[in-house]
């Protein structure tokens, strides 16, 4: 069984700065893209930034040059570090990894339940 666990969310003053980490563990054959996603109260769910296996990275423009995503392939861990956090970043953060289990000879999408960030004076 595959499974995709978050940690690092919390509470922080603007300007402050967390460091989200996502674990797969499991059965697993081959991991390709891993990314972070999150949603707001009210809204809907976003994509923050992805990041392949070879360490290509996208990001959401609003995001650019404040958050870092990078990732551990030996660890099949995928991080989000963040920097100078405002209050519209509060959110569920959830980790998506697209992976091969073992027991399958397909890719298919996996989700963490998510951490939450809040940002607050």
């Known amino acids: 069984q595959v499974q995709l666990v978050e940690s690092g969310g919390g509470f922080v003053q603007p300007g402050g700065s967390l460091r989200l980490s996502c674990v797969a563990s499991?059965?697993?054959?081959?991991?390709?893209?891993m990314g972070w996603y999150r949603q707001a109260p009210g809204k809907q769910r976003e994509l923050v930034a992805t990041?392949?296996?070879?360490?290509?990275?996208v990001y959401k423009d609003s995001v650019k040059g404040r958050l870092t995503i990078s990732r551990d392939n030996a660890k099949n861990t995928v991080y989000l570090q963040m920097n100078r956090l405002n209050p519209e970043d509060t959110a569920l953060y959830s980790c998506?990894?697209?992976?091969?289990?073992?027991?399958?000879?397909?890719?298919?999408?996996?989700w963490g339940r998510g951490t939450q960030v809040t940002v607050s004076s």
């Open positions: 990041i392949t296996t070879g360490g290509t990275t």
């Open positions: 499991g059965s697993i054959f081959s991991i390709n893209t």
């Open positions: 998506n990894a697209n992976l091969q289990a073992r027991a399958l000879g397909y890719f298919t999408f996996y």
